[in-house]
């Protein structure tokens, strides 16, 4: 049967439309969601775990007061024994020493001006000998470079040549002892106290925690450090002047002052560079108050030996070790991983926190930059960089005509 007006009407309608329809898509469908640029993808981050670490087990002396600090980490390690402050006999001769260089300085291979004693130098000599202080001779018109009178006192610790060196610098006893502790409130030596050069009164005293803080403007001074590192050196007119440190050059020992009152009381102030995990670590410390000499020498060696044993290596994240994952709707897959094993040295008491920063992706390249994993280490941090593992590329047409929810 023929179709009537309005069928024929009826289906032409409905082919413009559909026609227009494909036009439409044409021209808004197919481009919106062929081109449509992908929508980014979170990541799903993988809970870190932090290293734990074994606490250290550091065995102190029971007399006077101790205390073993390193160089690179603010403060102590530990400390044990008195928090007062205590005489410190002789290590007061390198606080001379520091002060002295900041009136007169001296570079670390300068012999630097010259000095000649006259009778306060005898002066000093016979006072010093009458309290059974450590002296070596001088006499009236004597001369000698900076150098070898800091290596008489810093060497030999003769209390007659601090205090000539002290005077030669400021003028008299009086004003370097006012430019001395001048000096130590500067360097926030708080808790150490000096009236006079050579360290043989009482009144000398500093905690075991600040004489930390003295190890370390030594070990910053060249000249200093260097002199207390010297097994001998040769002083005109009075030979050979030998180092008293009895630990010199034992578990790498390099200084820095001895210290003795009466028979019961020696001292140590000491540095020491030592290799924990391919690292080279400098402890710094001090004994005060101990019975004698070789007593404290095996004290800090044991004291050493357990700091050493209170670092262990660490390891913050391993070549290939996944932090984060991401899936798209399209099927494709990656992880934010680490390109390279990290390790560090770190103390016993450190406490360690890990996070994940890692960044959302559309497409990507095996390699591209993916975030960062961000370690604190105590009161130091580092960031671990993340890459990503597999490529995401782009879904393609198919996906993107019949997934139109996913795109806008």
């Not at 024994?81 to 390198?94: D, M, N, R």
């Not at 006499?139 to 800091?150: C, I, K």
């Not at 006012?178 to 009482?202: C, F, K, M, P, R």
């Not at 001895?258 to 391919?278: I, M, P, Q």
Request: proline share 6%.
């Amino acid at each position: 049967m023929p179709l009537t007006q309005r069928q024929i009407f009826r289906r032409r309608r409905i082919a413009v439309f559909a026609g227009v329809g494909v036009a439409l898509a044409a021209t808004f469908y197919l481009p919106l969601t062929l081109l449509a640029p992908l929508g980014e993808v979170a990541a799903t981050v993988i809970t870190p775990v932090a290293p734990q670490l074994p606490a250290p087990q550091l065995a102190f002396p029971n007399y006077g007061a101790s205390a073993i600090a390193a160089i690179e980490r603010p403060g102590v390690l530990a400390h044990a024994g008195s928090e007062e402050a205590l005489p410190i006999a002789s290590i007061t001769k390198v606080i001379t020493a520091l002060v002295v260089l900041d009136a007169k300085p001296l570079g670390v291979d300068e012999a630097g001006p010259t000095i000649t004693f006259g009778p306060a130098d005898l002066d000093y000599y016979s006072t010093q000998q009458a309290r059974f202080g450590l002296v070596w001779p001088v006499f009236d018109g004597q001369t000698l470079s900076q150098r070898d009178v800091m290596n008489v006192v810093l060497l030999a610790s003769a209390n007659n040549y601090a205090q000539s060196l002290a005077r030669w610098a400021y003028g008299s006893d009086e004003v370097f002892v006012a430019a001395a502790n001048a000096w130590l409130s500067a360097n926030e030596l708080d808790d150490t106290v000096l009236t006079e050069a050579s360290g043989i009164q009482e009144t000398n005293r500093s905690t075991a925690r600040d004489l930390t803080k003295l190890a370390r403007l030594v070990v910053d001074s060249p000249v200093v450090a260097a002199i207390v590192s010297t097994p001998s050196a040769e002083v005109p007119g009075l030979g050979t002047v030998s180092n008293r440190n009895q630990l010199l050059g034992i578990d790498g020992v390099d200084g820095i002052k001895t210290g003795t009152l009466d028979d019961d009381w020696a001292c140590l102030l000491f540095s020491t560079d030592v290799e924990v995990g391919g690292e080279m670590k400098t402890l710094v410390g001090a004994v005060v108050g101990g019975p004698d000499h070789p007593a404290i020498a095996r004290a800090i060696r044991s004291l050493i030996a357990d700091a050493i044993a209170g670092y262990s290596t660490v390891t913050l994240a391993s070549a290939g070790e996944e932090f984060a994952e991401y899936d798209t709707p399209w099927g494709d897959d990656t992880s934010a991983v680490v390109s390279e094993t990290v390790t560090r040295v770190v103390w016993g008491e450190d406490t360690i926190t890990v996070t994940v920063d890692a960044d959302p992706v559309s497409l990507t390249e095996a390699g591209d930059s993916a975030g960062v994993v961000r370690v604190r280490i105590g009161t130091d941090s580092l960031k671990i960089p993340l890459e990503f593992s597999d490529e995401i590329g782009d879904p393609g047409p198919w996906w993107r005509l019949t997934n139109p929810q996913s795109l806008f």
